[in-house]
Structure formats: structure tokens, C-alpha cells
């Protein structure tokens, strides 16, 4: 399966008479052997032939472009988990709250929950081993409840009103990684999908959730890519057929090597009718870019927020003799119109490239629309003759400038000392089944709960409790905005990842103007909404 990189992915290049393919084994540069055989015969001390090895492969493909990475074996499992879609373990959403490992939420299906295991159970022990006040770290809690399906690990659980631990055996499984975080209704007829990365289940799960959408009458949608990183070319062709009706190009790939392929769209899709909007920014990349930029160049919807971060390098997965992987850059992909929009960088020097968002900001592009400047000056042309750029991202059709009127130290403070996990995890631990009694889901909560007053002023002695130095100005800059990702904080605990955006997109800007593009003029004036 090809994979475009995403913003955290971390993709791989070369083989050192390794390869399969006879025609690069007989390239493979044999220096680099026998460099390591002196090494391993002459030096003082005894060395570490694997290490060298990996270090070797590393620094060559670090010569290469910002991309193409060599993953160590140790590292394989931990980088696929998100995008194959899955994990095998015991199924449960914790958080470390006051040193000890809090339930946030059994996985619907998975093990955990189907033993009974509850939000708020705190695990005390694993196989016996006490796991509480020992300063236990989110990585050591993986590798004692992560393992092999089938295989067994016990639980020890402190329930409030149960006096005794309550003792679970649970049978590991495979347990799902889901990249749709929200599908639900912001407005009559309107439907609203959050996706986070394009992984192998990436497809099914907008089905369903726009299958949803459809029977609570949604007659419009908007699908928000916004730090989206990206994942599996296939999966966001398989998205992006969703919108499109058949024979439609919606990406092609080009390499020096490779096989020239094109992608087109067929004739199944389940939203080709209906106002589209897909909101993108700075932060999404990759698969989000061949979304949009094939929405785009076919007029079938609309695109709001800001440029894009510009990755359109396509990386094919080497597997070597000891079970790492290089993921090398084969091919450059293009949307319809002919755009490639990866921005420039320079070969071995990813540090500026890594910058770019940085540099943005400096240079007031994340702020005026009229600061980008793009590398590519080829006019490419939509299918209504829409003039639009590559080399550099997708330039949406609606600029919404990043808003940081709300933003403080005070509030990064906040943030960096984990005063709103912790607040809101122990009120929701401490009002849980009267929250719940009173508000049946997130909508009414959503709709009926306010921060009070009273329940602030406890959030902030918490605050300055935890170290966060009083700050009026600051209070009064951010506190809008502290009090609604509260809200949303103790939404999540309540019950999942889509109740907390139902509150924090009130602050979403470039969902609101989506919102109001689907109501106005603004697909009429820019003559879109239809893929000819």
C-alpha cells in the first residue's frame, strides 16, 4: 500500500545489499560492508554492529528529502498502530491522575468493557504488582496491559462504594484505533465529520458516520481535516470518491522509477448532491491535501481556513533482512488540475523545513491571506476555470485567519501544568452519575450545562495551587475560552472524543464560517457545488 506521509509519520528509504530488487542489490555500494568488517576486526573495544548499522542508514537517508526515514524494528509497532487501525491489549482509555491509572473509558467491544469495567475504576494493581503511588508512567501501563490477543493480565480495581478491590482476569484482543473523532449535527440539515489521520479504517467509519448524518436529515456537510497529518494514499482516494461521481481523476503519481498510476473516481459515492465544505489549515498535510485539492479542482465543494502545509511526496515500504523498514520517496503525486503542491525543501536539510509553521506565522501568513506567496507561479485551472496554485499547499477558497485574540500565558500555563486534565478528571470522577442523570448525552449537556462561578474559582485555586502564577490581564484575555475547553474536557470524560469537539467547536472559526457559507451566497458567487 503506498503512503503519503503524515505531519507525525515518519516514512523510510534505502537497503544496504539488502534489497530483493537484483538490479539495486548490484548498486548497493559494498564500501559501507567492509567499512564495518574493519570496525568490527580492528577496533580498540568490541562495538555494536547493529547500532552502527542503524546509525549508518539513518544518516544517509537523512541526506535525502524531509520524508524518507528508516524505522529501527523496536519502532515498527508503535508507528503502524495508527494507521493499520488497531492494537492488541485490554481496551480502556486511561489517564495518570494523582499517580494512580484512572479509566477514563472502556473501548466500546473490547475486552475491558465487556468484563464490566467502568470510567472512573482506578487500577491498582497488574498481575499482582502494586501499580499505585509508584510514579507509573503512560509508557510503562502499555507494556503491561498491551500484548498478544489471547493471551491473559489481571487487574486489581478500586471502585468507589465498593469497599474490596474488585479482581478482573481479561483475555487480551484486537482493539480498534478510530480516526473519525465526530460525527454529529451542528445545525439543522447540517452534518459535520472529524477525521484525524487516513488509516485503513478510515473509509468505513465515514460511512457510517455520514450514513448517520443522512437519517438525522443532513442535507449539507462539513468534513474537517484540520490537523489532519495525513496516512494511506488509498484511503483518502477512497474518501475523496465519496463526493465525486464516476470517471473523475482525483489524483495521479509520478516517479522517476515508478509506474505512472492515476486514480480516478467511480461510480459509488455517498454524498455526490449536497453542499460540501472541508475545512483544512496549516497543520494538514498529505492525504488531506489529495481530499481537497481533487474537491477543489473538480468544483464540487468548498475549501475554508488556511494553506495547507504542502507534503505531496508519495513513500513505498522497503522491509528489511532483520524486521525494520525504510519508507523511500518513489513519486510525486498531483491533483487533477496537474498541481503538486509539495513546498520546496532542499536535499538533507530538513530543519527550515521543519520550521515552515514557524515561519509562517512570523511572516503574517496564518494572519492575511495577501502575505502567501506560493513557489509554483504555473496557472492551474479548476474545472470552472478557477485559478488556483501548487508548490506549497492548497490555498483554500476561503481564508479564516488564525484567531489568537483569546490566547494568553496565562492559559499556556494552564495547559502546560495539566491544570485542566486534572480539574476535570477529578470533578467528573467526583459528579459523574448526577451529570449523567441530568444530562442523557452530550448534545443536552452541550446545550444545558454551564461552568458556574463557583465551580471556576475552584478551577482556579486549583490552578494557582498547582503552581500557575495569578495573572488578571491574562484572566480576563482568555477566560472565555478557559471556560469552554473546560466544558469540553468534562464533556470527554462524560462520555467520548466526539462529545468534547460538540463543545469546543463553539471556538472553531472556521467551522462558523463554514456554517454561514452553507447559508448565504457564497457556493452561488463562486459557481460551486457541482463536479463537472
Not at 489481571?154 to 460525527?183: G, K
Not at 483544512?280 to 491535501?289: K, N, R, T
Not at 467526583?430 to 449523567?436: F, P, T
Request: glycine letters at 8%.
Amino acid at each position: 500500500m503506498r503512503f503519503i506521509p503524515g505531519k507525525c509519520a515518519v516514512l523510510a528509504v534505502i537497503v544496504i545489499g539488502l534489497m530483493t530488487n537484483a538490479s539495486l542489490a548490484q548498486q548497493a555500494p559494498g564500501k559501507l560492508d567492509y567499512a564495518l568488517q574493519i570496525l568490527k576486526l580492528t577496533y580498540v573495544d568490541t562495538v555494536n554492529e547493529k547500532q552502527l548499522t542503524d546509525e549508518a542508514i539513518r544518516a544517509m537517508v537523512k541526506q535525502l528529502d524531509p520524508h524518507s526515514v528508516y524505522i529501527p524494528v523496536e519502532e515498527m509497532r508503535e508507528m503502524n498502530e495508527p494507521l493499520v487501525g488497531k492494537f492488541e491489549g485490554v481496551g480502556v482509555q486511561f489517564n495518570i491522575h494523582n499517580d494512580t491509572i484512572m479509566v477514563t473509558q472502556p473501548i466500546p467491544g473490547g475486552p475491558s468493557e465487556k468484563l464490566g469495567i467502568r470510567a472512573g475504576d482506578r487500577i491498582v494493581k497488574i498481575d499482582g504488582e502494586v501499580v499505585a503511588g509508584v510514579k507509573i508512567t503512560n509508557n510503562d501501563v502499555f507494556k503491561r496491559l498491551r500484548g498478544a490477543k489471547g493471551t491473559k493480565v489481571t487487574v486489581s480495581i478500586y471502585r468507589r462504594n465498593v469497599s474490596e478491590l474488585i479482581e478482573y482476569t481479561i483475555t487480551r484482543d484486537q482493539i480498534p484505533l478510530f480516526s473519525m473523532d465526530a460525527a454529529y449535527m451542528v445545525a439543522p440539515q447540517i452534518g459535520y465529520i472529524k477525521i484525524s489521520r487516513f488509516a485503513d479504517s478510515t473509509p468505513e467509519e465515514f460511512r457510517t458516520g455520514l450514513e448517520k448524518l443522512k437519517k438525522q436529515g443532513a442535507t449539507s456537510l462539513i468534513l474537517d481535516l484540520q490537523g489532519n497529518g495525513g496516512g494511506y494514499l488509498n484511503r483518502a482516494v477512497e474518501l475523496a470518491d465519496e463526493f465525486l461521481t464516476d470517471g473523475k481523476k482525483i489524483v495521479y503519481t509520478r516517479g522517476r522509477t515508478t509506474v505512472p498510476e492515476d486514480y480516478n473516481s467511480t461510480a459509488i459515492g455517498g454524498f455526490e448532491k449536497g453542499k460540501l465544505i472541508v475545512l483544512i489549515d496549516e497543520s494538514s498535510a498529505s492525504a488531506s491535501e489529495i481530499v481537497s485539492g481533487a474537491i477543489q479542482d473538480w468544483d464540487r465543494g468548498l475549501i475554508v481556513g488556511r494553506r495547507s502545509f504542502g507534503k505531496g511526496l508519495v513513500q513505498k515500504p522497503y522491509q528489511l533482512n532483520d524486521g525494520s523498514m525504510m519508507r523511500v520517496t518513489v513519486a510525486h503525486y498531483y491533483t487533477p488540475s496537474g498541481r503538486c503542491i509539495q513546498k520546496p525543501y532542499e536535499l538533507g536539510d530538513d530543519e527550515d523545513y521543519d520550521l515552515d509553521i514557524n515561519n509562517r506565522y512570523k511572516h503574517g501568513e496564518l494572519f492575511y491571506a495577501d502575505s502567501i506567496h506560493f513557489a509554483d507561479t504555473t496557472e492551474y485551472f479548476t474545472s470552472h476555470k478557477r485559478l488556483v496554485r501548487g508548490g506549497g499547499g492548497i490555498m483554500p477558497d476561503v481564508f479564516v485567519p488564525l484567531d489568537t485574540s483569546k490566547s494568553s500565558a496565562f492559559y499556556s500555563d494552564l495547559l502546560r501544568k495539566n491544570v485542566f486534565n486534572d480539574f476535570s478528571l477529578t470533578y467528573v470522577d467526583n459528579n459523574r452519575n448526577s451529570l449523567k442523570s441530568q444530562y442523557p448525552d452530550a448534545i443536552a449537556f452541550n446545550a444545558g450545562y454551564k461552568v458556574s462561578d463557583q465551580l471556576f474559582k475552584e478551577f482556579l485555586d486549583a490552578a494557582y495551587k498547582a503552581g500557575v502564577k495569578e495573572d488578571s490581564a491574562g484572566l480576563s484575555t482568555s477566560g472565555e475560552m478557559i471556560r469552554v475547553q473546560l466544558k469540553a474536557l468534562i464533556s470527554r470524560n462524560l462520555w467520548d472524543t466526539e462529545a468534547y469537539f460538540i463543545v469546543i467547536n463553539s471556538l472553531n472559526q472556521p467551522l462558523q464560517r463554514a456554517m454561514s457559507a452553507i447559508r448565504d451566497n457564497t457556493f452561488d458567487r463562486m459557481k460551486i457545488g457541482t463536479d463537472k
